[in-house]
């Protein structure tokens, strides 16, 4: 069983900050890569940004510049930063990752989401 545990949503106003974590769990035997996504009311779940295990990123362009991944891998954690958040970053964030379980089945693994409202 892999567990994927999100925290630090909230509300914010525009040209704030916030910090979410994500951290697995469970029957983990390697992560691949950890990212996180989002999905505003009416709108499909999209890519804000990944990290693999070799430390490479990626961004999406509406986040580029303005946000931040990073992973402690010993911690099996990955982060979020999020600065000069604006009203159209308002969205459940989801952690999402990569990884191998313990029986060496590999799959894709989701938190529950957690909520970022930015007022403008």
């Known amino acids: 069983q892999v567990q994927l545990e999100e925290s630090g949503g909230g509300l914010v106003q525009a040209g704030g900050s916030l910090r979410l974590s994500c951290a697995a769990s469970?029957?983990?035997?390697?992560?691949?890569?950890m990212g996180w996504y989002r999905q505003a009311p009416g709108s499909q779940r999209e890519l804000v940004a990944f990290?693999?295990?070799?430390?490479?990123?990626n961004y999406a362009t509406s986040v580029k510049g303005r946000f931040t991944i990073s992973r402690d891998s010993a911690k099996n954690t990955v982060y979020l930063q999020m600065n000069n958040l604006e009203a159209e970053d308002t969205a459940v964030y989801y952690c999402?990752?990569?990884?191998?379980?313990?029986?060496?089945?590999?799959?894709?693994?989701w938190g529950q989401g957690t909520q970022v409202t930015v007022s403008s």
């Open positions: 999402n990752a990569d990884l191998t379980n313990r029986n060496l089945l590999r799959g894709r693994y």
């Open positions: 469970g029957t983990i035997f390697t992560i691949y890569e």
């Open positions: 990290i693999t295990s070799g430390g490479s990123t």
